[in-house]
């Protein structure tokens, strides 16, 4: 596992083709860590205003991160050209997680980790635009399959609503945010140049807190902060260990490794974990009509990942 900290060079990468299948499992565990913050999310999400939840969630993120990245690499300043880079990935994560977290205050966990999955079909197309990389026919079947199972789990079987398009507030705005999601791995492969992951990550999220900071800065003298639960700051915690700093460096190492349509395709898991979680958390009951979806989405998931690289 060495290699996770190691300076990854993509050209080298392509170049070799080992198996990768220790990367696919640590999607797999990261695709549960991003489930997880949808219920953890629904919890708290009225606790406070969606950008000063993203704002501390973002500084402990980075705070538990610096101490390693300034003993093994030192400290030092990137240069500006990279700087920039980093702030411009910031700015759909940062788009993602407010978007997540307004949401939550209108809809359902369930609703959010099945709308997750139109990100593996965005990234594709996303790619494209950006990288010049094109999906397989077998890809596209998988992407639509996937597409398809999210419909379905988000209105229920119910095809009419589908057809009409039947969202509420809160499905709209996470909807939103998934497409800003959609093009960050392709940015990822695009603007890495082979500095490690640790440190791209770093600095990504120092820049989402940075803009947070401004969004927030008007209000923050309003909160009253002694009123804020402790579950508050625990769920906070969570979610910056876990499904922030983990998952960050985790999706780039991985986005580098097996592309971004691949590793955005594991997204099709993220309803199956996130009923499993509400459903042992109370927060849900389960559904018949949705299985239907729930089979499809994890049918679109191993269509795609089992196709050979070339």
């Known amino acids: 596992m060495r290699e996770l900290t190691k300076t990854i060079n ?67 300043l990137p240069e500006l050209k990279k700087l920039l880079r980093y702030a411009l990935l910031s700015i759909p994560l940062v788009t993602f997680f407010w978007c997540m977290f ?11 980790g099945a709308l997750f999955t139109t990100v593996p079909a965005m990234t594709a197309i996303f790619a494209l635009i950006v ?15 996937g597409t398809l199972g999210a419909a379905w789990i988000v209105f229920k079987g119910n095809m009419a ?11 709209w705005i996470f909807l939103l945010g998934a497409i800003s999601l959609s093009l ?9 140049s082979g500095e490690p992951t640790e440190v791209m990550t770093f600095w990504v999220i120092l820049f989402g807190a940075l803009w947070l900071l401004s969004l927030s800065f008007p209000h923050l003298d309003t909160i009253s902060w002694q009123n ?21 460096f985790l999706l780039q190492f991985g986005t580098v490794k097996i ?17 499993a979680l509400t459903l042992i958390l109370g927060m849900s009951e389960f559904n018949r009509s949705i299985f239907a979806g729930i089979t ?10 089992t196709e050979k690289t070339t």
Do not use: C
Request: overall charge positive.
């Open 259 to 275: 592309g971004p349509t691949k590793v955005a395709a594991y997204g099709f898991l993220n309803p199956v974990f996130v009923l």
């Open 102 to 112: 307004e949401a939550l205050k209108y809809t359902s966990a369930i609703n959010t």
């Open 296 to 305: 499809l989405v994890i049918l679109a998931m191993l269509f795609i990942q």
């Open 161 to 171: 609503a589908a057809l009409t398009l039947d969202l509420n507030r809160g499905d």
């Open 10 to 76: 993509p050209i080298a990468a392509r170049a070799s083709t080992p198996s990768h299948w220790w990367v696919h499992g640590l999607m797999v565990v990261t695709t549960f860590f991003v489930a997880s913050s949808f219920p953890v999310g629904k919890l708290i999400a009225d606790s406070l205003p969606a950008d000063v939840m993203m704002l501390i969630r973002f500084l402990m993120a980075a705070g538990l991160f610096a101490p390693f990245i300034f003993f093994k690499h030192g400290i030092q």
């Open 228 to 248: 804020v639960s402790f579950e508050t700051y625990g769920g906070l915690l969570y979610l910056a260990l876990f499904t922030t700093l983990m998952s960050f």
């Open 131 to 145: 990288n010049g990389e094109r999906s397989s026919t077998r890809k596209i079947i998988g992407l639509f399959l």
């Open 184 to 192: 960050y791995n392709p940015l990822v492969k695009r603007v890495h």
